[in-house]
């Protein structure tokens, strides 16, 4: 990622790409303290524009506000840096990673004394689980590590921190020949992925679990919103692994991995083992959204 031309945005400066760098004894380094967000700006009629970035710059907010650190930048500065970040790198198309970190003035579990810092940049990423993916759908496993409970890492806080349990889920999977990892919560209910949020269609119901273990998804609250235009109503529930050995469709959603279609879980084939044709009517409706092609939903984008 180091290596390349372009700029990044650090605590109210574009830097050149290979100079956007840090200091080894930065807090966040040593202690993972700090939060994060991920956007996508996508290509539309009238140039690139940024899904959803008010709510997605609320949430790193929240997530701040949850970790109690002050954010030195409001959401203005923060929302042109991220519309700068694609236009500056002459992207067309970008994920978008602004971060919220702790510096180098001091060591120490207690981070009092070390200055808050955030960074903006942004590049082009393809489809996150691999070219197929959205269109064949993938195989997971159920995780052997659970996703945390609330008192241990709040997931509503999308917190650096709560990586290092999906960073240890997804390399499991992939071991074990499997595209990505399913965490169940402590209580052994289905939470979501390491990345993505999970939905699940049984009998032409759309159901969800409750976010007590799980980010509360930007993409997740746009599939809710578009199953509504479609006529769809979403329950949020708890939902037990074996539901989904038996759902008739199942799929994640995230920002980087869109709407992805799950076709194997466990070693058990989900519905057909194709991507089902709610999964299917909900891709096409938020590929749609994402490009500017649902007039209604306009209000989501934002032109870089
Ligand atoms: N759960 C988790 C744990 C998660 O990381 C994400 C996003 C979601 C749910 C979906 O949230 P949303 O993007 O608001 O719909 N994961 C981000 C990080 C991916 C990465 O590898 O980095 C993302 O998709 O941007």
Not at 47 to 66: T, V
Not at 218 to 223: E, S
């Amino acid at each position: 990622m180091q290596d390349r031309d372009g700029f990044i945005w650090l605590d109210g400066q574009w830097l050149p790409w290979r100079d956007a760098k840090v200091h080894v004894l930065t807090h966040t380094l040593h202690y993972g303290y700090g939060c994060f967000e991920g956007l996508r700006a996508y290509e539309t009629a009238d140039g690139p524009a940024i899904f959803r970035l008010d709510e997605h710059l609320r949430r790193l907010e929240d997530s701040a506000h949850i970790l109690a650190i002050d954010l030195p930048f409001d959401r203005a500065t923060l929302a042109a840096a991220c519309r700068e970040a694609v236009s500056s790198n002459g992207l067309s198309a970008a994920y978008i990673r602004p971060l919220v970190f702790l510096g180098a003035e001091k060591l120490g579990v207690d981070p009092a004394g070390a200055a808050t810092h955030v960074m903006v940049a942004a590049w082009s990423w393809g489809a996150y689980l691999g070219g197929k993916a959205l269109d064949e759908g993938i195989r997971v496993r159920v995780s052997s590590y659970a996703r945390h409970h609330p008192n241990v890492q709040m997931c509503r806080a999308k917190a650096i921190s709560t990586y290092a349990n999906s960073i240890l889920a997804v390399r499991e999977a992939r071991r074990d020949g499997y595209d990505e990892a399913l965490l169940l919560d402590t209580d052994g209910y289905v939470a979501e992925g390491s990345s993505e949020n999970i939905f699940v269609v049984r009998d032409g119901e759309l159901l969800q679990p409750e976010t007590t273990s799980a980010l509360d998804g930007i993409t997740r609250r746009t599939v809710c919103a578009l199953a509504a235009d479609l006529g769809l109503a979403v329950r949020s529930k708890r939902i037990t692994r074996d539901e989904l050995y038996c759902a008739d469709e199942i799929f994640l959603s995230g920002t980087a991995a869109e709407i992805t279609p799950v076709v194997e879980v466990d070693r058990r084939r989900i519905g057909s083992g194709r991507p089902g044709a709610l999964t299917r009517r909900l891709q096409q409706a938020f590929f749609a959204c994402v490009r500017g092609e649902l007039p209604e939903r306009r209000g989501w984008l934002t032109a870089v």
